[in-house]
């Protein structure tokens, strides 16, 4: 069983920036960040293996977000500059165990940004 505590998520203008730290308590596959805003379905924002150095961001994300990880502190993290309006969403940690689904879940974390 591996555990994932989120932190960063908060309150910011358009156009400022956030971090957001996963935290997790063992070693899997890969590590992803997803959002889920309301009234729309739970997206996946950017992925990231932990060993080599393959990412994925989805397109509405690219050139405004880096995602990245220290192996040493079993941690992730999302960089989001520029941030809009439609960035807003609750912010949830995943962990796989393999390239085909998700294990574990992080308790989200709510980034707001305002206009």
């Known amino acids: 069983q591996v555990q994932l505590v989120e932190s960063g998520g908060g309150l910011v203008q358009a156009g400022g920036s956030l971090r957001l730290s996963c935290a997790a308590s063992?070693?899997?596959?890969?590590m992803g960040w997803f959002r889920e805003a309301p009234g729309k379905d739970r997206e996946l924002v950017a992925l990231?293996?932990?060993?080599?150095?393959?990412?994925y961001y989805t397109d509405s994300v690219k050139g405004r977000f880096t995602i990245s990880r220290d192996n040493a502190k079993n941690t992730v993290y999302l960089q989001m500059n520029k941030l809009k309006p439609e960035d807003t969403a609750v912010y949830y940690c995943?962990?796989?165990?393999?390239?085909?689904?998700?294990?574990?879940w992080g308790q989200g974390t709510q980034v707001t940004v305002s206009s």
């Open positions: 990231i293996w932990w060993t080599g150095p393959r990412t």
């Open positions: 995943a962990a796989g165990t393999n390239s085909q689904s998700w294990s574990y």
């Open positions: 063992g070693r899997t596959l890969r």
